[in-house]
Nanobody, 122 residues
């Protein structure tokens, strides 16, 4: 069992940066692939970025490629999402998820955090 807690969201202006953190409890977190997903009002939850269990492979949605960076610190049981050059269309609730084998699939992750709001004003 893994519990996930996201933090770092907030209200920023277009062009600004934020770093989201996903802190996990459970000593087996380091074996889990981890992903970030987001959900804007009235839209389905969508894939943003994912990292495999040892950090050796990362994956990004085309909409964030080159602007967002996912990373993990397994000794600290934490995964990060560095978001640069934020745009208003990045506004959403961002969720951390762990345990997926199909890293890009929202339906494949058994463990989810409660989400953190990111709002980007123009």
């Amino acid at each position: 069992q893994v519990q996930l807690v996201e933090s770092g969201g907030g209200l920023v202006q277009a062009g600004d940066s934020l770093r989201l953190s996903c802190a996990a409890s459970g000593r087996t977190f380091s074996i889990y692939n981890t992903g970030w997903f987001r959900q804007a009002p009235g839209k389905e939850r969508e894939f943003v970025a994912a990292i495999n269990w040892n950090g050796g492979n990362t994956y990004y949605a085309d909409s964030v490629k080159g602007r967002f960076t996912i990373s993990r610190d397994n000794p600290k049981n934490t995964v990060y999402l560095q978001m640069n050059s934020l745009k208003p269309e990045d506004t959403a609730v961002y969720y951390c998820a762990a345990g997926g084998s199909q890293l890009l699939s929202v339906t494949d992750y058994p463990y989810w955090g409660q989400g953190t709001q990111v709002t980007v004003s123009s």
